[in-house]
Antibody
Framework: QVQLQESGPGLVKPSETLSLTCTVS????????WGWIRQSPGKGLEWLGF???????NYNPSLKSRVTISVDTAKNQVSLKLRSVTAADTAVYYC????????????WGQGALVTVSS | EIVLTQSPGTLSLSPGEAAALSCRAS???????LAWYRQEPGQSPRLLIYDTSKRASGVPDRFTGSGSGTDFTLTISRLEPEDFAVYFCSHYDDSLGLTFGGGTKVDI
């Protein structure tokens, strides 16, 4: 059974870069498409983008200039970098994966709360 | 931009009752990329339905997805305690990416 575990700083200063890592266990990282989805406190879901080890990727048009998602097959990890953050980027960030070409996600991490504050 | 509007915002029902949740797209979308998720309090979303009507692995058959064009429905035939949660629909488009609806809360 594929399991995902997000990790990274829980507090990031405004204008800095938010960096999270998702460690994948129980399955081959190259088999799936890996995405990041976030959820602001009490709000809905917002997709940031996905990447596949082959290099196929897609990003939310509204965040594309600030987001990078990378897949490291050697470490079995997926990383997220979100640049120039503001308080509006405060959210629970989920790592998620599926074989459905990034169109839906079966596997989810438990989520990592990231607060943007000085 | 494709906007997914879910209704009702909140559905108040009792265990054992049936529920019908609506997801309406602002324009015609492909049924191939329409999915539904359930998010229980304090938990991560769980994929229930993909491709409009296919149940994800391990999903009970009380969950049924249907629809086409702009109107899609998730039907729950008999509500179990764990079904009192928030439900999201989503749609993927190569140009626009993955969009989620605002959610429907099913509560007692």
């Amino acid at each position: 059974q594929v399991q995902l575990q997000e990790s990274g700083p829980g507090l990031v200063k405004p204008s800095e870069t938010l960096s999270l890592t998702c460690t994948v266990s129980g399955g081959s990282i190259s088999r799936y498409y890996w995405g990041w989805i976030r959820q602001s406190p009490g709000k809905g879901l917002e997709w940031l983008g996905f990447n596949h080890y082959s290099g196929t990727s897609n990003y939310n048009p509204s965040l594309k200039s600030r987001v990078t998602i990378s897949v490291d097959t050697a470490k079995n990890q997926v990383s997220l970098k979100l640049r120039s953050v503001t308080a509006a980027d405060t959210a629970v960030y989920y790592c998620a994966g599926d074989g459905g070409f990034g169109c839906w996600y079966y596997y989810w991490g438990q989520g990592a709360l990231v607060t943007v504050s000085s | 931009e494709i906007v997914l509007t879910q209704s009702p915002g909140t559905l108040s029902l009792s265990p054992g009752e049936a529920a019908a949740l609506s997801c309406r797209a602002s324009q015609t979308i492909s049924s191939n990329y329409l999915a539904w998720y359930r998010q229980e309090p304090g938990q991560s979303p769980r994929l229930l339905i993909y491709d409009t009507s296919k149940r994800a692995s391990g999903v009970p058959d009380r969950f049924t997805g249907s629809g086409s064009g702009t109107d899609f429905t998730l039907t729950i035939s008999r509500l179990e305690p764990e079904d009192f949660a928030v439900y999201f629909c989503s749609h993927y488009d190569d140009s626009l990416g993955l969009t989620f609806g605002g959610g429907t809360k099913v509560d007692i």
